[in-house]
């Protein structure tokens, strides 16, 4: 058996082709029938024995494992073979002879009557041997598998055999009818399970529907209004999501405790209270329990804690809008920095930090939400905080928890790509099936009865249907613009402008087959269906499946269809194309079996908390992120995210896009204004995954465009972040670095000039052009959809922008001219277009110039409407600025700004009216 399986699953079923694994050698080879005489023979004295001792072989057919106290010594005499051997064949047969005669006959052999003649007197004679085994064992089988197994096995077989075709009728009309195989093969102990417990599993579904209904009607509606009170649809919390909260009056009760609502929220004593929960967790941590019992409720006391006092800043940041502005909510901001500020003041960052060491994978879930409110829209004083944290102890266990929350998710998603790699054999195999199945249909061959019988065949007969209804309307458009821009997505919660918000939930998705990484992950285990992958619905199905095929064999085709016994050959069935045909097999392998996983890491919250320890541009910690040199061990956050991205990149679906978003949002604040850590990006190959994103357009055929928009402008913020900034490099520096460094240290140079004068010239000369390009046309191509609404036409012609002032950046550090955009389209089809599209895009941007540390910085900015900004206010502002010293100069400029924004606000409402706007 083991040297079975070794030949079946290095030779026969491997992932590579038959010229790689060696296999396409064994078709003739000698020993290759050796070994099927062999199995002929065992499978004739396995049949007898079935035919002589039906009951042993029933019962050795159940056992595992087979044990000397199990065989019954007076049989030894009456029989050829023992008890022990005899179950040892019947586990080779099953689970290592059968497969490999069903891979080699159906995917390997190729007939050669002319050098071989002798080989289809070998097949008849183990078709015929293997026919009288599954006579005499198919009453006797319990294992659902080894029905499969013998069926796929004879299926194969009697494929190439030349049996007569009355012998393969009669095999046929007993085990191919489709629906008609009545075949139980479930054991009598399982019967009277199931058939005791069928009534219990019918109340345990209703029970599971009353408690749900009862959490809802207990916690009320999971909107703003409902659980706080304040005119707001919008959803309270994620639920299921990493920073999920609980809901109900009792909470919000709860939360109050610790809030005066006598005190303006100005007033840091209405919070007085809430420093009784930062105390209960610092005395928490200090804590040593040896009880387990003890330790379980303390855990549960420090999570509601954690809650308490994250829900008391939830319930201010919840009433901002999903896409809210700086400038027009900025009471509501401040409101939230307010409560920031008093929970600081208790020392909330110092004393609940520490909990991040703990094994509690809630209570590390918890403080990292809690980090998230606390830092959220780049509150300096609390980051002070954190720093003041950092810098207070020698070994980090925040650094240490991170890096080990990246390093779990990091396991997951590889386990997750080794388990599709498998999976997708299975999608290959679905798909040689359908052709057939389709070559078949063209040919006449299959009764439509025995296609409705079986899986596989019904639903490619619905495909062929649905295909057929709309003959005559064009191409399905799969996976074109079209389909792109008819699809919907959901938003992503607050963050388009700060990255606040609940974790979306990671959704498995059947699509993430053909991805690399894999699809979104929920699970170290898998979560899918409770009856597993050998469950009886499936299994049964796949019976069907080959059952039908078997059907079919030693038919002659009809020389036209009647009635609907056969499937015409009709255009519809050309209608399918391989498209088609592969989004099927995705979905028959898929449909009882949950890729979905779970990332105990929760990556996407780290990330976030990541993100907004740098918000704002905090040059400190994004320093400290990057390196720790006051730790006893030093870890390098911005490389580990930049190696993150590296194994999800390829990966995108509508369960991973969230997460790849958020990685790209975090690179950005850890790279803006930081040169270091810019080419710490850089040297991580992160503008090699940039040009895979921006090349490969089936990368998106499995999310929404807004998904996809999304992304593309976080990719394109990282991109302007590392290169907006021009660094002049400093000749007589540069020279003294080479002398010190020399020969031997080219590496650590090329380092220390990237961190001194940035990777601007790096990033452009690293990133396709053509790539840029293309997005900034295609965006403005789908932004004239007009079945799109405002707002999505609006968000895409954005993105499109910012590639547009990408390239322009481009063209400003192209030293070379060669970033030219007439020598890019010229040859184009298209170039016309391209051109009014470069017009467009053009006339609606304008640039600022400003001199910052003695460098020119340009900057590109999209102008909607130019006439807002009047001549007479631009040459009053040329000759008006007091530039008699660098203060006055800087604070008439503040001043004239203000003006300057107040008349173009003027401007826009006058336009506004078509009367004012003919003038």
């Known amino acids: 058996r083991p040297f079975a399986r070794f030949l079946l699953w290095v030779y026969l079923n491997t992932a590579g082709g038959i010229i790689e694994s060696g296999a396409g050698d064994l078709p003739h080879d000698a020993n290759m029938w050796q070994l099927f005489g062999m199995v002929r023979e ?9 035919v002589e001792s039906p009951q042993l072989v029933r019962q050795l ?6 044990k000397n106290e199990m065989e019954d010594p007076s049989s030894k005499e009456k029989q050829d073979m023992t008890d022990e051997a005899a179950h040892g064949t019947l586990k080779y047969l099953f689970e290592g002879a059968l497969p490999v005669v069903n891979a080699f006959f159906k995917s390997i052999y190729i007939k050669d009557l002319e050098d071989h003649p002798n080989e289809i007197e070998e097949i008849n004679k183990l078709a015929k041997i293997l026919i009288n085994f599954i006579e005499a064992a198919m009453p006797l089988i319990s294992e659902e598998k080894y029905v499969k197994y013998l069926l796929s096995s004879a299926t194969s077989l009697l494929t190439v055999c030349t049996l007569p075709a009355k012998a393969i009728e009669e095999f046929r009309g007993k085990y191919g009818g489709g629906v008609q195989i009545n075949w139980d093969v479930r054991s009598e102990a399982r019967k009277r399970y199931e058939e005791y417990y069928s009534s219990e599993e019918e109340l345990n579904v209703q029970l599971n529907v009353f408690a749900t209904n009862y959490s809802i009607s207990y916690g009320g509606e999971n909107t703003v209004k409902d659980q706080i009170g304040f005119p707001s649809d919008q959803e309270y919390t994620g639920i299921g999501s990493d920073e999920e909260l609980p809901l109900g009056k009792e909470f919000q009760d709860h939360a109050a405790c610790f809030i005066d609502a006598n005190r303006p929220i100005s007033d840091p004593q209405k919070y007085k209270l809430t420093g009784k929960l930062v105390e209960q ?10 009880n387990e019992k003890e330790r379980i409720e303390q855990e549960i006391l420090d999570v509601k804690c954690l809650q308490l006092l994250r829900a008391i800043i939830h319930n201010e940041i919840v009433k901002l809008p999903t896409n809210f502005d700086t400038v027009d ?17 208790h020392d909330a960052m110092l004393k609940v930090l520490p909990h991040l060491s703990k094994q509690s994978d809630e209570i590390v879930r918890e403080v990292l939400s809690f980090l998230a409110n606390m830092l959220f829209n780049g509150n300096e004083e609390v980051q002070g905080s954190l720093l003041d944290y950092f810098y207070g102890t020698r070994e980090e266990k925040f650094f240490v928890a991170v890096k080990n929350r990246i390093s779990m998710s990091s396991m997951a998603w590889k386990e997750n790509r080794a388990l599709i790699n498998q999976h997708q054999a299975k999608i290959e195999e679905a798909i040689a099936e359908l052709r057939d199945l389709q070559q078949a249909m063209k040919e006449g061959r299959i009764s439509a009865e025995a296609l409705q019988g079986s899986k596989m065949g019904s639903m490619l007969l619905n495909l062929k249907s649905s295909k057929g209804s709309i003959t005559g309307s064009g191409a399905r458009m799969r996976g074109s613009r079209s389909y792109a821009l008819g699809s919907t997505a959901e938003m992503r919660r607050r963050q388009q402008t700060r990255n606040q918000g609940s974790t979306a939930q990671l959704r498995a998705s059947r699509s993430n087959l053909h991805d690399v990484g894999g699809g979104g992950i929920r699970n170290h285990g898998f979560t899918g269906d409770s009856r597993g992958p050998g469950s009886t619905d499936s299994t049964r199905q796949l019976i069907r499946g080959d059952a039908t095929e078997m059907q079919n064999m030693g038919q002659e085709a009809p020389s036209h269809a009647t009635g609907n016994r056969v499937a015409p050959a009709d255009a519809a069935t050309s209608n399918i194309d391989e498209g088609d045909i592969e989004e099927l097999a995705t ?19 780290v990330l976030r908390v990541l993100a907004y320890v740098c918000d704002g541009q905090n040059t400190k910690l994004q320093d400290y992120l990057r390196e720790q040199p006051d730790n006893i061990k030093s870890i390098n956050l911005v490389a580990e995210t930049s190696r993150f991205l590296g194994l999800t990149y390829t990966a995108i679906n509508k369960s991973s896009i969230s997460l790849i978003i958020q990685i790209f949002d975090s690179l950005v604040e850890f790279a803006s204004g930081n040169l270091s850590n810019q080419a710490v990006c850089y040297d991580n190959k992160v503008c090699d995954y940039i040009n895979y994103l921006l090349r ?11 998904e996809e928009m999304d992304l593309k402008r976080s990719i394109a913020n990282l991109i302007v972040a590392m290169i907006e900034e021009n660094v002049k490099r400093d000749a007589e520096r540069d020279a003294s670095e080479q002398a010190v460094v020399g020969a031997a240290g080219i590496s650590h140079l090329e380092k220390r000039l990237k961190a001194i004068a940035g990777v601007a010239d790096e990033v452009k000369d690293t990133i396709d052009a053509d790539s840029i390009l293309n997005v900034f046309v295609d965006c403005y191509r789908r932004h004239l959809d007009a079945a799109l609404d405002r707002d999505t036409r609006e968000s895409i012609i954005a993105v499109g922008f910012k590639y547009f002032h990408i390239f322009l950046r481009f063209q400003d550090l192209d030293h070379m001219k060669t970033v030219n955009f007439e020598a890019m389209v010229e040859k184009d089809a298209d170039a016309d277009e391209q051109r009014l599209i470069w017009d467009f895009y053009q006339s609606n941007t304008m640039s600022i110039e400003i001199l910052k540390d003695n460098n020119l910085q340009k900057v590109y900015f999209r102008v909607k409407d130019k006439k807002v900004l009047r001549e007479e206010v631009k040459d009053r502002f040329k000759y008006d600025v007091d530039r008699s010293s660098p203060t006055n100069k800087l604070r008439d400029f503040s001043d004239w700004l203000r003006e300057i924004i107040k008349d173009i606000k003027w401007q826009k409402r006058i336009l506004s009216n078509p009367l004012g706007s003919f003038f």
């Not at 057919?61 to 087979?66: E, G, N, S």
């Not at 401040?334 to 600081?344: D, S, T």
């Open 281 to 290: 967790l610092f005395i928490s941590n200090q804590m040593e329990l040896s």
């Open 696 to 706: 490969s357009k089936q990368s998106y055929s499995k999310c929404g465009l807004q």
């Open 329 to 345: 909510f900025k009471e509501r901001i401040a409101a939230i920095a307010q409560v920031q500020m008093a929970l600081n003041k």
């Open 42 to 50: 065992d499978l004739r004295r396995m049949a007898e024995l079935a």
């Open 587 to 605: 979905r028959i392998v898929m449909e009882d079996e949950n890729m979905q996983m779970k990332d105990d890491g929760y990556i996407e919250l």
């Open 61 to 66: 057919l159940k056992i595992r494992v087979f």
